[in-house]
Each structure stands twice: as C-alpha cells, then as structure tokens.
C-alpha cells in the first residue's frame, strides 16, 4: 500500500497565502489506511488552518470532502461542483491522487498536503515500513522474499557491503537490520542457500523507464 | 470568577472516573470556577483529536481530558490512548501559533474529588496567565 | 421534545428555574419547560408518565442532579412509556452545577442545559432486543477453583463442563499435605469436593481433555476440545480459567542447584510423608525464602507450613532465611506466631544469603539484619526458594481468546479495582491461582465473585443488547483493521460480505461501549450512538453561542 506522511503545518499554510476560499479534500484508500489523509485528517488539518487564521484575522472559508479513490477520474468528478466555489484546492491524496485533481481541474492550483514516501505494511499499531520501490524487475524469487533493493540501505544486490553490524545491524541505520543477513536466514531456513551464488547485474537505467506505463491484457 | 465566552475550560470526563469525581465534588460543596463546561464520555478514549481542536474553534480557552489512571481503565488503552491524543493535539496547536499548554490531560480515580478541583482551578489559573 | 427541570426539592436556590424555564420555552423545538420539586419521586414519575402520554413529544431532556444517581430509573420509565431511552438527554445541574459555587450559576444551568438540548436533537433511537445465550460455563481447570466454582453455579442452576487437562481432578490439591487453621486437610477436602460432583448433574468433568481453540463471543462461544485424540466443538455461555499455578526454584539461586541436598518443598512434602524411609533423620533443615520472587504469598505460607511439619514429624532444628514474610493471607500471622513458639528460627537478611554445598551438607551464610552479624549454617537439607508461576500453557489459551497476562504471566484483570475476576472480553473469567499471587480464602473470594458475575450474565438465559447501538458504515469501511486491533474487548470482527468486499462488524452482545473504535477509525465509518461526533460537536457548539 502507498505510506504517506502529512507534510508540516506552515508548509501547507504558506502554500496558501493569499488564498481565500479553498477545497481540502482526502482520499479514502490507502492514506485513510495509513492515517495520513483520510475524513478525520482532512477534518484536523480545516481545523488548524480556521484555527490559524483566526487567530491573525485572516478570512479562509475552507470546503472538505473525501473521495473514495482520488486517482480514479469518475470519483473525482463528484466534487466538481465543490471545487468550482473554490479558489484552490489542498489535495492530502498521494502523489497520483494530487495529480488527478490536478489534471482533472486545471484551472485551479492543487497543492500537496503529504509527502508520498513508499510503499509498504504495517509493523506495529501506526508504524509503516518500506517493503517495495516498484522497481519494476522484481528480483523476490533470488532472495527468499525480501527486498534488497529498498530494505538495503545501499540497494545491493549481491550480498552485503562488509559493514554489518554486530546483531546484524546496517553499517548506515544501526536501528535497521541488515536486509542481507535478513535474507541469508530467510534462505537457509528453506533450504536455498545455493541462490546466493547467483550474480545479479546491475539495473539497467538506461533505457527510458519513466514515466512509466503499462497496458494489460484483457480484463 | 468572570463569564466570558472566551473563558470556557472544556472538561471530556470518563464517566466511570472524572465525571464520578466531579460529582463527588459537589455533594463536598467544593468549589471552583463556573467557566467549566463537563462533557460525559464513556471513555477517554472516546474523545478524539478532532473534538480537541473543535473545542478551540468554538471558544474554549482550555480543554481538559479526564480519565482513570493508567492502569486502572476498564477498556484497558482508552485512557493511554487519550494521553496520546492530547499529545498529539498540543502539537497541532502549537503548529498553528496557538499554547499547547491549554489542552492537558489527567488521570484520576473515582473518589478523587480533589484532584478534579486542582485540575480544573490549575488549567482556569494558566488560561489567566495567557 | 420536553424538558423536565427538577429543583431539588426547592434547595437548588442558586438557579433562577423561571427565568431559564421562561427563555428555553422560546427555543425551536421546544413543546413545554416543566418544573418539578422532585423528580425522582412519585409525584415527579407521574408528571413525566403524563407529559409523555398527552403531548407529542419524540425526546426528552431532564435537568436535574447527577446520572449517575436516577438514570437507570428513568430510562425504565420511559421505556414502559414507549419512548425509547436513548431519546433521553442530561443535564447535571446539581451536583455539577449548583452545589460547586455559592454565587448564582443560573447562567451555568442554562448553558448545561442548551448543551444537552443541542445533543438530544441529534440522538437517534436504538432498539433493545433480548438474545438467548447458553447457560452452559465451560471451566478449564480442574483444580480446587474449578471444582468449587463448579459446584457453586450448580446451586444457582448453571450447567458446567470442566475441561482438565490430567487424568484426574484436584490440581494441587493432590500435592498439599495440610490446610493451616482448617480443620479439613486436603484429601478429605478433594473426596468430598469430588463426590458432590460426581453426584451432581449439573456438572460435567472431562478429564485427559484439552481447549484446541475458541470461536464466537459471550453467550455463544464455540470451543474446540481435544480428548482421546479426537476434536469436537461444543458452545458455552461462558468460560471461566481456573489453570492454577506451578513452582519453580528459580535459576537465579545460581549457586544452589537441586539435587540430593537442595530440595523443593515438593520433596520434602514427600520426605515428610514417609519419614521412616530417611538413612538418619536430619538434624538442621533450612529454607530459603524472598531471594527470586518478591510476590511470595504462597511461597511464604508453603514455608512455614512446611517447616511446622518438620517439627511435627521430624523433630529437626529449622531455620528460615527471609527478607520480608508476607502474612497478608488469612490466617498467616497465627501460622508464623505458632512457628517462632514451635521453636523456628527466623534470620531475617537484606542482601542474598550465599550458599555452597560441603561434605555432604548445605552451608548458608547470610548477613542477620537484625543480630547486625554474619550468620553461618551448616544444615542437612536446604529448601530451596521458590516462585509461583502460571502453569503451563496458559498463555496459549489465553491468546485463543485475545486475553491479556500481565508482566508475570498471570491472567490480567479487566480492571485491577473494580472487575477483578473479568478479562477485558465479555464472559471470559479467571479464578484462582492462574490470577497469581493466590491463597486459599482468596481463591474462595474469586469464585463467590465469578459466580455473581456470571449469574448475572446468563442466569436469564437472554440478556439484552443494544442493537447497532455502535456501527460500521460498510460502505464507509476499508477494512484497514484498526478498529479490529484497537477494540480491548475483541468485539470486532472482519466479515466478508462478498467476493471483493469486506468490513469490519461489531458484536452488539461483545461491545462495552467504549467507543475507541469509533475514535480510532480513520475513514470516520463508525458511528455511536449517544456519543456519535455530531452529537458532541452539537454539545460543544452551544458554547460557542
């Protein structure tokens, strides 16, 4: 699932000086789940920015709304009529989300309410971590179902650096564990420690992988 | 012990603690000021972030979170989780420009009339000094 | 909707009732102010019975003392008048309002009042309905606890199965060589228990059987059990966990390790039992106490029993080294008088006593506190110090229902002062031993309290639920499982309503209203009746006005 985080409350208010009458809306799929920019953020982010501006006696009139998914266009469509009150829009979806909203209504500026951090799960009651960095050539097979190429530090894909830590802890985040050692146990429990030796070439960034695209089959 | 709109402390009260010891309170005749407004909850982990800072919206100089000490809450997070919220809820406030110090939270037991009039007269002196 | 002020009687002077009685009548929705002396009383009954009979009137508000002291009353009365109660909305103008200040708070009233007005605007009805339960209480456990816990809810007419995972009934009672200050001792204490049982037909005993696993919630629980190698599932009302304990000399007395002089209290019930077989009877025997476990209840009273049945059978000197004695069991401090006129020495010690085996005996030396002197004992047996644990494989059970153990281990308490006996889920309780730190009097008063509690509970056979009183829009739902994690209660549930689609339900029968889940929910899909979000912002934005 896509893990965002709401970014600081002045960046988002100094996006909006000058602005008067705005939409704050939030998407209810995956930043609902991780409680970034569901209904109950979009109704806590309106209240600090009424509270805001009172309190210098700014006038801000602000509209809230939630849609079910803010990268599909037809559910976006349903606040047309809300956004044609406003003058601006705060988008607390994703990256797709606010991208959606902003080509669906180009004359209105969209600004950016979360920083769209990765993809990932949940370890614990409100903590997400980064399992998956779409890299498009998925390597999971080789390494025992672990991602080395997010969940190490370096993105190696041929072992670790020589820098493990005692606990088998990462050289650069001694907090994080050490994808590669994480992997090798992963592989001996099932018995497949021979992948190891497979060499893995290096990503291919040459070949114009963005923006990137696909087309699927029939449905 | 003036009434002013602007006054109001706001007091969530977990009715199986503060809203026992507020009444405790008053079959003592203690007395504090008349600025604070109870609302019941079943739980302080009933009150959320939202009804925090909508509290400030509609006026209220103070808001109090009351529930059972930690520990002692029947539904076991409720009141751990209230705690957090109020943290939380500080935060938000002092993001705006606003005193993180005017909501708080307190834990108390049933009996505890005195501590809910402490609470309620510290928060009244600290909205004063502000 | 109607409002009921109520004076108190006349003794609320403070409030000027005509003057906020005069302003609430103006208000949108309003059909009459009435102002009672009493409202509690007759006299007060009989004006809301006819107010709700004569006008048209879809709510209420009542102004008058705490809740706490009449609500359930009134939410009767109302019931039988066919309004239903959730239509009721608070104001608490007395303890809350006139009594804490002197000056005149008639301003405070009104607004508490216009509070709750704003509130009951909003409030919805909610149907209760009564839901047969099982009035069969499953007891895992067939140790002293299970078997009196049984026999007591037999007399009030509840049907038990007692699951026990050994061959045979009575847990420790089996071990135990002597109550002190009864005058029944163990054995006879088990025959009887277990002749009332086999004689009753209301209690079930299954023995060499175990709990596999537990679905469903209270009132219907649906528990897998294991017996002679096969499974089958059988549903209960209630369960109840009588798992006991079991004792261990613990590592950390890294120097002693058990062996032919160092013994359990285990070994030497056993010693005591047939003391003829000993080569020479020993002629100094030590214990050990408060060195691994500073919770030592029955530890403390296995020691002193133990060592006054030394000096019954065996005659020997008995020394007991101990930091602090814990008599705050019934009984104890007698046991403990008795023991230092019997002759047994106590040396009382701040830091660990060292021991170290020599020559066939045990050495002790410790630092007497009280003598301000090192003390050095050489003694035939050591009875080595032990602490109380949850037996075996109660966390696993205890996971099978999502109920909580605390820092020991032991079965935690849904609320340590006021639900002692309840898990955090409805119709799961503890009893005895498994809850730690036990003695006999204790256990007795566990299970006087689980046998009210769970008369209470299915003693009607029907209790009656709030239906939908706290919901999830489905619609609304993502099936994050927030709710699911956060719920203290494991009263939701992930329901599959079709091939893509799922959402989270909550049990009415299962939910104490608490409504963490509805706070907690980050798509707001939950609602809650009578503390919905609107109906406290409605109460906030009155002061506003």
């Not at chain 3, 004792?247 to 359990?264: H, W």
Request: hydrophobic letters at 40%; one cysteine or more.
């Amino acid at each position: 699932m896509i893990i965002a985080e709401r970014k600081r409350f002045e960046e988002i208010r100094s996006m909006l000086a000058g602005y008067k009458k705005i939409l704050v809306v939030g998407c209810g799929t995956c930043v609902t789940i991780c409680w970034a920019g569901g209904e109950k953020e979009v109704g806590i982010l309106a209240s600090q920015l009424r509270l805001a501006s009172n309190k210098v006696g700014d006038e801000l009139t602000i509209l809230e709304a939630t849609v079910e998914r803010q990268c599909e266009r037809e559910m976006v469509e349903e606040v047309k009529d809300k956004v044609q009150q406003v003058e601006a829009i705060v988008s607390m979806a994703c990256g797709v989300g606010v991208q959606t909203m902003a080509d669906m209504f180009e004359g209105k500026p969209v600004f950016p309410a979360l920083n769209t951090t990765f993809m990932g799960m949940p370890e614990g009651e409100g903590v997400w971590t980064e399992k998956c960095g779409g890299c498009g050539d998925c390597m999971l097979y080789w390494t025992g179902g672990i991602c080395p190429v997010v969940r190490c530090a370096k993105g190696l894909l041929n072992g670790p650096c020589g820098g493990t830590r005692r606990g088998g802890k990462c050289e650069i985040d001694p907090e994080k564990d050490c994808a590669w050692v994480l992997i090798y146990r992963r592989l001996e429990k099932q018995g497949r420690l021979d992948l190891m030796r497979k060499y893995y070439e290096p990503k291919n960034y040459r070949a114009v992988k963005r923006p990137g695209k696909v087309q699927a089959m029939q449905a | 012990m003036s009434v002013g709109r602007d006054n109001r402390i706001i007091a969530f009260c977990c009715e199986k603690s503060a809203y026992l010891a507020a009444d405790r309170a008053g079959r003592m005749r203690l007395c504090y000021p008349d600025n604070v407004r109870i609302i019941r909850v079943p739980c302080a982990g009933r009150v959320g972030t939202l009804h925090i800072l909508r509290a400030f919206e509609e006026g209220a100089a103070g808001v109090l979170v009351m529930g059972c000490q930690e520990g002692a809450c029947q539904h076991l997070t409720g009141n751990l989780r209230a705690r957090d919220r109020v943290r939380y809820a500080a935060a938000l406030l002092r993001e705006v420009g606003m005193d993180g110090e005017r909501v708080k939270m307190v834990n108390l037991a049933p009996d505890t009339a005195e501590k809910f009039v402490r609470a309620v007269k510290d928060m009244a002196e600290e909205i004063k000094e502000r | 909707m109607g409002i009921f002020l109520c004076d108190c009687g006349g003794s609320l002077k403070n409030i000027d009732f005509s003057k906020i009685s005069g302003d609430l009548e103006k208000l949108e929705g309003v059909a009459f102010v009435d102002v009672s002396h009493s409202l509690c009383l007759e006299e007060g009954e009989r004006t809301i019975s006819s107010r709700i009979l004569s006008e048209d009137i879809d709510r209420l508000v009542i102004a008058a003392c705490s809740p706490e002291l009449h609500e359930r009353k009134f939410v009767t009365l109302v019931e039988k008048l066919g309004l239903n109660p959730n239509l009721l909305s608070w104001a608490n103008i007395r303890e809350q309002c006139s009594w804490s200040l002197e000056d005149d708070v008639t301003e405070k009233a009104k607004e508490l009042i216009r509070m709750a007005i704003g509130k009951a605007r909003l409030l919805r009805p909610v149907e209760r309905r009564g839901v047969p339960v099982s009035r069969q209480v499953l007891i895992v456990g067939g140790g002293f606890s299970g078997m009196k816990l049984a026999i007591e809810l037999s007399k009030l007419g509840l049907g038990t199965t007692i699951v026990e995972r050994e061959s045979i009934l009575g847990g420790k009672l089996n071990e135990a060589e002597g109550f002190y200050g009864l005058e029944i001792g163990p054995r006879r204490m088990l025959s009887l228990m277990m002749t009332a049982i086999e004689e009753d037909k209301n209690v079930e005993v299954l023995t060499s059987a175990e709990v596999r696993g537990v679905r469903g919630e209270v009132g219907g629980f649906e528990v897998t059990m294991k017996r002679a190698g096969e499974e089958h599932s059988r549903g209960f009302g209630a369960i109840v966990f009588a798992t006991g304990y079991r004792t261990e000399i613990s590592p950390q007395n890294s120097e002693i390790r058990p062996g032919v002089n160092v013994i359990s209290h285990l070994d030497l019930v056993e010693m005591l039992r047939a003391p003829e077989r000993l080569e020479r009877r020993p002629s100094i025997i030590g214990f050990i106490l408060d060195v691994c476990d500073e919770n030592s209840r029955l530890p403390t009273i296995s020691a002193l029993n133990n060592a006054l049945a030394v000096r019954d059978k065996l005659g020997s000197e008995v020394y007991v080294f101990c930091r602090n004695l814990k008599v705050d069991s019934e009984g104890v401090e007698e046991l403990y008088g008795e023991a230092r006129e019997r002759g047994v020495v106590f040396v009382k010690f701040d830091e660990a006593p060292q021991m170290h085996c020599d020559d066939g005996q045990v050495v002790i030396e410790a630092r007497d506190v009280l003598l301000g002197e090192e003390v050095v004992l050489r003694c035939d047996f050591l009875v080595a110090d032990e602490r109380a644990l949850p037996s075996e494989g109660t966390k696993a059970l205890g996971s099978m229902l999502n109920v909580g153990s605390d820092s020991q281990g032991f079965y935690q308490d849904g609320n340590v002062h006021l639900y002692p006996v309840a898990s955090a889920r409805k119709g799961v309780f503890f009893v005895g031993g498994c809850r730690g730190n036990m003695d006999l009097a204790r256990a007795s008063n566990d299970i006087a309290s689980a046998v009210m509690s769970i008369y209470a509970l299915l003693g009607p056979g029907e209790t009656v639920i709030e239906v939908e009183k706290v919901k999830v829009d489905r619609d609304k739902c993502r099936a994050c499982l927030t709710c699911i994690r956060a719920c203290p209660h494991g009263a939701i549930q992930l329901l599959r309503l079709s091939a893509d689609k799922e959402a989270a339900q909550i049990s009415d029968l299962a939910c104490d209203g608490c409504g963490i889940c509805a706070a907690v929910c980050p798509a707001k899909a939950i609602s809650f009746e009578g503390y919905s979000d609107e109906q406290m912002l409605a109460e906030l934005e009155t002061i506003g006005k």
